[in-house]
């Protein structure tokens, strides 16, 4: 009963191609090993699954050949099904926490994974054993339906692995296109498989140098988990649609890169020194992102701001300037602030209504917000007592931004911090001014009016912006001057 044809990488445990010397390759996972390990680990499997399958079905019975149709029938059905009906709801469980995330990453993002490949492909090979057991159409029907699954899970699980190891992205293809089998009759997942596989496939081909082509399969990419993402509103496949919208995200990412790469290759520059530096700028973003736990979806707004920049390096688009001293430009967010408050003491109490600006740092910083209300210097507190208009100053020190074209050797660091995250430490830095005044100024919404490019020079390791002097923002250059595009 037991058959076990191929032999078994010893690495992740997926089956090995036929050998033709001593050493054979894993096609799966890309270890090479010794033929007589990868016996010996086949011969230890087989014992194990002996054992597993003894523990549903007398041992007699396994080892001899039971011709009768019913018999084996009435095995499977009071012996074995009881136990596989577990097991595939495992199955169904395990996918479902992979297919609700994405299953497209970026090279410097970790999956974290509760399994194992080589579990999951042993515990394959230990159900597979068990199919001459399956002599009926209904057996047939729910054995098929548990070797899909198990067969997804693994080859899924095994591609997510390779992702942590940074492995070759070919490998990684190569478990999607086992998978994609597994999941024959299944259109919602067999278009997300294929569209995964065209994503790595595209990210490869930025690693080589060939932005056209990485765009090319970024936008079939894209075609399939649209129609992934129409197909999953069948109630049976909404609980990827999490996982999906993340892909669309991801995808729409490599899509951004590729654009700039080609951008940048047109120009008379190097795709590969381009992506080496943005593939270590992500890593820095990466960072971050994990730090204030953010979803991957960041990366789409990045990327953008980053084919945006190569753009107007290349002549062919703008972007947001303030003019000011400096020889690198640094993304900042350009936010109107409205506030109330009250100046004055006793009756002569007077309350005013301002409309301001201010820049909320785009790249980590230890104070992030332009102080325009002079809180820092403590000013801020002598403003309220007399007959002030204002309390920030803003629009007097902040200048209004043109668009413009840049120089090719215009040194641009791109946004680390998105749209999103500035409206926090905007909210953040005016929830310690009205705190400060006790009160004394409300704050209305505040509203991110766009991405900012400002003038500024390194001193040591801190960045100098002079046009904001008199409103500071506190930025340390750390690794990012390295990143500059």
């Known amino acids: 009963m037991i058959d076990l044809e191929l032999l078994r990488c010893v690495k992740c445990g997926a089956p090995l191609p036929k050998p033709e010397g001593e050493y054979v390759k894993c096609e799966y996972c890309g270890y090479v090993q010794r033929i007589v390990d990868a016996r010996q680990y086949v011969d230890k499997l087989r014992g194990e699954i002996f054992k597993w399958i003894s523990e549903m079905i007398p041992p007699a019975v396994i080892t001899s050949e039971v011709a009768d149709v019913v018999a084996r029938h009435n095995l499977f059905a009071y012996n074995v099904k009881p136990r596989l009906i577990a097991e595939n709801s495992m199955y169904r469980a395990r996918l479902s926490l992979i297919l609700s995330d994405s299953v497209i990453r970026l090279p410097q993002w970790d999956v974290k994974l509760d399994d194992n490949p080589k579990g999951a492909y042993e515990k ?75 994503a790595y496939d595209a990210i490869n081909s930025l690693f080589n140098g060939d932005p056209k082509g990485a765009k090319m399969k970024a936008d079939e990419a894209l075609s399939y988990i649209k129609k992934s993402r129409e197909e999953a509103n069948n109630p049976e496949y909404a609980f990827m649609i999490p996982g999906i919208e993340k892909e669309i995200r991801v995808i729409e990412t490599i899509e951004n890169l590729s654009t700039a790469a080609i951008a940048y290759f047109e120009a008379g520059g190097d795709p590969n020194e381009l992506m080496a530096r943005i593939w270590k700028f992500f890593s820095i973003v990466e960072k971050f992102r994990k730090e204030i736990n953010a979803d991957i979806s960041v990366y789409r707004e990045i990327s953008q701001s980053i084919s945006d920049i190569i753009s107007a390096k290349t002549g062919k688009g703008e972007i947001e300037l303030l003019p000011g001293e400096g020889d690198i430009l640094i993304p900042m967010w350009l936010v109107s602030i409205t506030y109330t408050f009250v100046t004055g003491v006793l009756m002569a109490k007077k309350g005013k209504m301002v409309e301001d600006v201010t820049l909320v740092s785009a790249i980590p910083a230890e104070n992030s917000v332009s102080d325009v209300f002079m809180m820092r210097s403590g000013k801020l507190m002598d403003m309220l007592k007399g007959r002030e208009e204002k309390l920030s100053r803003g629009s007097e020190v902040i200048p209004e931004p043109r668009r413009s074209s840049i120089s090719w050797s215009t040194a641009v660091i791109p946004p680390v911090i998105t749209r999103e995250q500035a409206d926090r430490l905007l909210e953040d830095y005016l929830a310690e001014v009205s705190r400060r005044t006790g009160g004394k100024v409300k704050f209305g919404t505040g509203t991110v009016k766009g991405l900012v490019f400002v003038p500024a020079k390194l001193k040591g390791d801190i960045f100098d912006i002079p046009v904001l002097k008199e409103a500071p923002v506190l930025i340390k250059a750390d690794n990012l001057v390295e990143v500059a595009l």
């Open 124 to 198: 394959l090979a230990r159900i597979e054993g068990l199919s001459p057991l399956v002599v009926v159409d209904e057996d047939r029907a729910f054995f098929s339906e548990v070797m899909g699954n198990g067969g997804l899970y693994a080859y899924l699980l095994n591609a997510l692995s390779l992702i942590n190891e940074k492995a070759d992205f070919d490998l990684i293809k190569r478990n999607l296109e086992e998978a994609l089998k597994y999941a024959e009759g299944r259109n919602a997942l067999q278009d997300r498989i294929k569209a995964a596989s065209l």
